[in-house]
């Protein structure tokens, strides 16, 4: 069965996006613990696009029926895993970006590459990491999975915590504050 389109976040209110997060049932890929068949042949490249044997895969239907399977295993390894069988994938970066933002009502809500939304809070925290290329910053997605924040999503974060009054720029979101520095 096919899955429903993503909703476009920018039509949303803050409260529909809440319902729509409480509303998505995800798989319960935390309880699957099949035997390791082998590898997927995929990969997902820093710009969060998929590959299959090198071609990336066209069909964000079949990518989002994916990425509902991913898990990140203890070893900081990641797998797509079924109740039957689970296989290896590789991850350049984070498996999704964040490419979409929306704030209002003191929260900060993200859509991802995969029309998945998410809110940033306690349990979806933002974290600023220093890299070569300046600073880069995830989002906390579930289960150890990340998503890596586009560059212009970045800078409208900052545009957002430069408007606080803290002491020190930050994104308030959920009753939860995430400095800018990296950690």
Known sequence: MPMPPPPDLHVLTMDEVAAAIAAAIPAPV?????A????????????????????????????????????????GGYVLVTPGEKLDIAVEDAPFVATAMKAANGRVAFQLNTGDLVIAGPE??????????GPRPYLHVRG?????????????????????????????????????EPA
């Open 30 to 34: 935390e309880r699957w613990h099949p």
């Open 124 to 133: 979806h925290a933002l974290r600023f990491a220093q890299a070569a290329d």
């Open 144 to 180: 150890g999975l990340e998503a890596l924040v586009a560059r212009p999503v970045y800078y409208e974060l900052v545009a957002l915590a430069l408007e606080t009054d803290a002491d020190r720029p930050g994104i308030l979101s959920n009753g939860a504050f995430f400095p800018l």
């Open 36 to 75: 390791h068949c082998g590898d997927s042949e995929m990969r997902i490249a820093r710009d969060g696009t998929w590959y299959h044997q090198g071609a990336p895969i066209g069909r964000r239907g079949m990518v989002r029926k994916f990425a509902s399977i991913l898990r990140r295993e203890p070893d």
